[in-house]
């Protein structure tokens, strides 16, 4: 029995266009523009591209900077180029740098 005042999703209303809309909002709330948005330097003020993902573990003082991981970490910090090479450690802590070095393919030819 149909409901009074129920529209098929495709007749063209306003309200089957709504539909529309907010499924595509909610498709991309998971997906490319969150991930965008999550892959910024996550210092206060910066807004530049991470190309790093910081971790710490507390209890060893223990501070490792690895390439971005590939999907966005809820314990790490995404960091940019510059605030991730100028990353200091609290005194007694450790900084272990495990990204892999970038080398420049042109270095031998400048020479
Ligand atoms: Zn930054």
Redesign the pocket.
């Known amino acids: 029995m149909p409901i009074v005042g129920a529209t098929p999703a495709n007749d063209g209303r306003p309200d089957a266009a709504l539909h529309r809309l907010s499924t595509a909002a909610a498709t991309s709330l998971g997906t490319v523009p969150a991930m965008d948005r999550s892959r910024?330097?996550?210092?206060p003020g910066?807004?530049?591209a991470?190309v790093a993902t910081l971790t710490f573990h507390y209890l060893d003082r223990q501070v490792w900077m690895d390439n971005l991981d590939e999907e966005p970490d809820p314990t790490g910090y995404d960091?940019?180029?510059?605030?991730?090479e100028h990353q200091g450690v609290p005194l007694g802590w450790v900084l272990d740098d495990r990204r892999t070095p970038i080398i420049p393919l042109r270095a031998s030819v400048a020479s």
């Open positions: 910024l330097c996550a210092r910066c807004g530049a991470a960091l940019c180029v510059r605030h991730s």
